[in-house]
């Protein structure tokens, strides 16, 4: 490699780095709060339904603004946004943490929600900006790893810290790495910046209308539906695997925790295997198919609880590997569905499917774990698994993907 293309790549790295910490951090914020729900439960006298209220309240607000987030991406530039989300995502945890009643986590949860919905559209909008074409698939793979190593970051931290200092302490402590994460990108900040993209066409017409038009074009609805269903392993697992574990096999919160570690490590290693995957293959669809097939397979097997509770961490090391699979395939379907220009409004419409599958699902899981079903939550998995793959099949992508390969 010539002295060009090793700063090139230098700069690729570089850039892939610091999104990928961002979104790791997202990601930790996401589930750090749920992760102490059975001291905070205790502590202020609330149920887990109420509990599963802010979580809900949380990805609704996400929802809500990630589509906007996309458009503020797109017209402001990534990088600004990007900043904005992660202050606010920091003010979540410490209002959180500072929590002395319920009204107190709805306010968290508000503050956080708005802050967690910018870092899809401008991670994705920086990648795809800045990283050459042919580092995309591992450029997505780094993301998503970034993201799963956050999310088995969180229960290892809350338990750590929440045991000996209390959750105030480890909530207080997840707002401190977040204002250390803001300084560290703020003195980087030129590798994750991007020219804003309504600025780069000029000559486009159509305004509104025709963003709109983007965003319920099939392909791109059918990439919302199919990021709808994926929430609710999502919020199954990071949010209520630790409770349902528990009250399903009898095991104590260390086995539990070790559970869900074991699957937040495996989608990593499966993140990390997908993007090899997705760089050589133009069959994406194919891929999510069958990593959620298998996902689902193991799924049911927690749910029966036919095996012992000493193989559960492999059941779900195993599960979220073949579920992590997917996310680089996954990646690709989508930028094979956005038109240049549009990357903020499609990435940010796209993965607010996301919040909106996880809008309900937590009142719902929280509403079984009340009433004493925790096999149901890993069932109602398994379900939601069957109908992504109905949704994966019907992605008009193939010819596109193979493009965006």
């Keep these: 490699m010539n002295v060009a293309g090793t700063a090139a790549l230098r700069q690729d790295v570089k850039t892939i780095s610091l999104v990928a910490l961002a979104h790791g951090l997202s990601h930790f914020f996401q589930i750090v ?3 102490v729900f059975p001291l905070i439960k ?18 609704t607000v996400s929802g809500l603004c990630q589509t906007l987030a996309g458009f503020m991406v797109d017209r402001y530039g990534a990088r600004r946004v990007l900043f904005f989300g992660l202050i606010l995502s920091t003010l979540g945890a410490l209002i959180a943490g500072l929590a002395h009643s319920y009204a107190m986590l709805v306010a968290a949860a508000v503050v956080g929600g708005m802050g967690n919905s910018v870092f899809h559209p401008c991670d994705f909008s920086i990648l795809n900006a800045r990283v ?3 580092r995309l698939g591992y450029a997505f793979s780094g993301h998503g790893i970034a993201g799963s190593l956050g999310y088995a970051a969180a229960p290892l931290y809350a338990v750590a810290v929440a045991g000996t200092a209390g959750w105030r302490s480890a909530l207080l402590g997840a707002a401190l790495l977040g204002a250390i994460i803001i300084v560290l990108l703020a003195v980087l900040r030129e590798a994750i910046h991007v020219e804003p993209a309504d600025r780069r066409k000029p000559g486009l017409e159509g ?15 059918m990439c919302f539906g199919y990021f709808v269903l994926v929430a609710v392993p999502f919020v199954a697992m990071q949010n209520f695997g630790i409770v349902a574990s528990m009250a399903l096999y009898g095991v104590s919160v260390a086995l539990a925790s070790a559970a869900l570690t074991a699957y937040l490590l495996g989608g990593a290693a499966g993140i990390l295997t997908g993007g090899f995957i997705a760089a050589r293959t133009p069959r994406h669809d194919l891929v999510a198919v069958c990593g959620v097939a298998v996902s689902a397979g193991f799924m049911f097997l927690i749910a029966t609880a036919w ?11 195993a599960a979220g590997f073949a579920t992590g699979m997917t996310g680089p395939s996954r990646d690709l379907i989508v930028r094979a569905t956005t038109p ?21 699902t937590p009142v719902y899981f929280g509403w079984l774990l009340d009433g004493g079903r925790p096999g149901v939550v890993f069932y109602t998995v398994v379900v939601a698994a069957i109908l992504t793959i109905g949704t994966v099949l019907k992605l008009p992508t193939r010819k596109g993907a193979a493009t965006a390969a």
């Design 33 to 35: 709060t749920a992760m």
């Design 42 to 59: 205790d502590d202020l006298g609330v149920s887990y339904v109420a509990l599963g209220g802010t979580v809900a309240l949380y990805y």
């Design 207 to 221: 305004g509104l209308a025709a963003d709109i038009r983007v965003l319920l074009s099939l392909p791109v609805l």
């Design 307 to 317: 095996l012992p509770a000493a193989v559960l961490p492999a059941l779900c090391a």
């Design 132 to 134: 050459d074409k042919q």
């Design 340 to 360: 240049p220009g549009s990357t903020g409004k499609v990435y940010g419409f796209v993965y607010s499917g996301l919040d909106a599958g996880s809008m309900v």
